[in-house]
């Protein structure tokens, strides 16, 4: 089955700056990667997603590229506000795990006012 | 108006208990399933179900035992609880399977905390 790995587990940065989340994953047939994002004691919910036969995507402030080759997908923020603090999940889909998203272990990203 | 809710959303119970949490979606998806986030935050799937029919059974032991009366319930019973099964279980359901052409994106419940002494 599908294995994502993701760096770092946590992220310290000050407002204003840009936010780099790196995963891996190990089923070249996966072809579904989205991110979640988890504010401090509510629920995992959808930022940005990506499929595999699209390099990059953007919504304002968010983007998220995938290197198919390497197997690698990235999440990235620009002009971080303390509102972003929270944790980051990658996760990825289809392939031998079709039907089921297998999640990056996630990143505690902090933004410092 | 809550798309996926669950109950309760604390639990706190002895060792050796019974326990169930329930979850309902008003999405109208087909699809539904149980993670477990543990201490550290690592979100796992444990169970999914499509049609009320079980399609995704991890490495889950025996004690836990998901049911579906209907494709928008699907209720979690746990057996002779122990201090390891201590948890956020979380609820969710997708209008589609993830892969493939779908998005199969996940709306959460809030999380049932799970806390065994």
């Known amino acids: 089955g599908e294995n994502v790995e993701q760096h770092p587990s946590t992220l310290s940065v000050q407002e204003g700056d840009s936010a780099v989340i790196k995963c891996t994953y190990s089923?070249?047939?996966?072809?579904?990667f989205p991110w979640y994002k988890q504010e401090l004691g509510k629920r995992p919910q959808l930022i940005i997603d990506?499929?595999?036969?699209?390099g990059e995507k953007k919504d304002q402030r968010i983007a998220v590229t995938l290197n198919k080759t390497a197997k690698h997908f990235s999440l990235h923020i620009t002009e971080t506000q303390p509102e972003d603090s929270a944790v980051y999940f990658c996760?990825?889909?289809?392939?031998?795990?079709?039907?089921?998203?297998?999640f990056g272990q996630g990143t505690i990203l902090t933004v410092h006012p | 108006d809550t798309a996926v809710s669950q109950t309760p959303k604390y639990l706190v119970t002895q060792m050796g208990n019974d326990k169930s949490i329930k979850c309902e979606q008003n999405?109208?998806?087909?699809?539904m399933y149980w993670y477990k986030q543990d201490s550290k935050k690592f979100l796992k799937i444990m169970f999914s179900?499509?049609?009320?029919?079980?399609?995704i059974n991890e490495t889950v032991p025996n004690r836990f035992s998901p049911k579906s009366p209907d494709k928008a319930h699907l209720n979690l019973h746990i057996n002779s609880l122990e201090l390891g099964d201590s948890a956020v279980y979380f609820c969710?359901?997708?209008?589609?399977?993830?892969?493939?052409?779908?998005?199969?994106?996940?709306?959460f419940g809030e999380g049932s905390r799970l806390t065994v002494l």
């Open positions: 990506i499929r595999s036969n699209v």
């Open positions: 089923d070249s047939a996966s072809n579904y």
């Open positions: 969710a359901s997708s209008q589609r399977l993830a892969g493939g052409g779908n998005t199969g994106e996940l709306f």
């Open positions: 996760a990825g889909a289809g392939g031998t795990s079709y039907g089921k998203l297998t």
């Open positions: 999405l109208g998806h087909d699809t």
């Open positions: 179900y499509n049609n009320k029919e079980l399609i």
